[in-house]
């Protein structure tokens, strides 16, 4: 990476991150760019199966929100989530287990890249229905309101599912139900390959969500401090009783829609432009000129992060498949009404 390219807007350190902070997310943005670029390449050489849909571009959005939050803080995800739940928490190697159909994946290797959950640090899933998981997000808020808990729900959805009616439904029912349910759009210009302008008329996502009296802000989702402070405020506001939020963070996704596609839809001079605009290499940049990094440091975390990528691939590789029989098991599970498994 190179740092000259940096964007470096921010003159000094911030006061309210320390180095440990703000390096911890640095390091988790090149797990997460690492692991896809990894897990692209493992699916181009035919190892994996299925689809994948990669973030490539949008790491900031994920780790400046999920550091805002608490290990017993609630994420729900989407279709193109290995950012999302890594930055909650996910470990590669299970991660790839789960994309390789290992008994050793975070669903046993029967969810696959677009379903992985892991109840335990508080990760709900995702739905690869548009918008699906903003209803479920709700629920999930309205059951921590009803036992009197102090958790919050941070609902990461895209652009396209603005347009479904499960958007307006569910931030109705926040909003009337004032649930700690945090909404953030991952706007990254597209959803599959039609352009965000041509989506909606005059859009302004946090004018469409105020009038359901949600507060909301649209930050530069190319710049995890600015991403990070907005989850902060919401988070806070959700927590102590405020109800819902609504962040619009302004990305871009650097590939195409899935591994494989040429996205000729998506013009060259824009892919470019956003890449210079690449939120690891802008705090990068911050960190060298903030002495918070030096170089060798940097080398150096380059070098942990690809070993831990390559022993989860080996990890991976090393664990049984997903044994047939097993295929109908886990499917459902019951509850009673007060959320108690039966
Ligand atoms: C209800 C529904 N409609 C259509 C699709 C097909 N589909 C899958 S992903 C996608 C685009 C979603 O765009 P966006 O929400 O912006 O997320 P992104 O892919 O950009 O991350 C579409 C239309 C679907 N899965 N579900
Ligand atoms: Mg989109």
């Not at 911890?24 to 849909?53: C, P, Q, S, W």
């Not at 739940?85 to 969810?111: D, P, S, W």
Request: hydrophobic letters at 40%.
């Amino acid at each position: 990476m190179n740092a000259k390219n940096a964007d470096t807007t921010v003159e000094t350190p911030p006061e309210d991150l320390t180095r440990e902070q703000l390096l911890g997310m640095y390091r988790r943005m090149r797990l997460i760019r690492g692991f896809e670029d990894t897990a692209k390449e493992r699916f181009e050489a035919g190892e994996i199966a299925g689809f994948l849909h990669l973030s490539q571009g949008q790491e900031a959005v994920p780790v400046g929100v999920c550091s805002a939050l608490g290990p017993r803080d609630y994420i729900t995800s989407t279709h193109r989530g290995h950012g999302d739940v890594i930055a909650k928490g996910c470990e590669v190697k299970r991660m790839f287990a789960e994309l390789y159909g290992r008994a050793t994946g975070y669903c046993k290797g029967k969810g696959g890249s677009m379903h992985i959950a892991d109840f335990s640090q508080g990760i709900i899933g995702a739905t690869g229905i548009v918008s699906g998981s903003l209803p479920t997000s709700v629920g999930i808020g309205l059951g921590i309101k009803q036992r009197g808990g102090d958790e919050v729900v941070v609902c990461f959805f895209g652009d396209g599912a603005t347009a479904e009616g499960g958007f307006h439904e569910a931030l109705n029912l926040a909003s009337l139900w004032q649930v700690p349910v945090i909404f953030v759009c991952q706007n990254n210009l597209y959803g599959l390959s039609q352009p965000w302008e041509k989506t909606a008329y005059k859009c302004d996502l946090v004018a469409r969500v105020a009038t359901y009296h949600i507060p909301g802000e649209c930050v530069d989702g190319m710049d995890v401090i600015a991403v990070h402070r907005a989850a902060r405020r919401a988070v806070e506001r959700a927590r102590s009783g405020g109800g819902p939020g609504f962040i619009e963070a302004k990305t871009y996704r650097f590939l195409g829609h899935y591994v494989g596609d040429p996205a000729l839809y998506m013009p060259a001079e824009e892919r470019e432009a956003w890449r210079k605009r690449d939120a690891i290499v802008k705090l990068r940049g911050q960190l060298l000129a903030w002495g918070y990094l030096t170089e060798a440091e940097d080398e150096a975390m380059g070098a942990e992060v690809a070993a831990e990528l390559q022993a989860g691939v080996e990890y991976a590789k090393a664990s049984p498949l997903a044994a047939p029989e097993t295929a109908l098991e886990e499917l459902y599970v019951h509850f009673d009404y007060l959320g108690n498994p039966r």
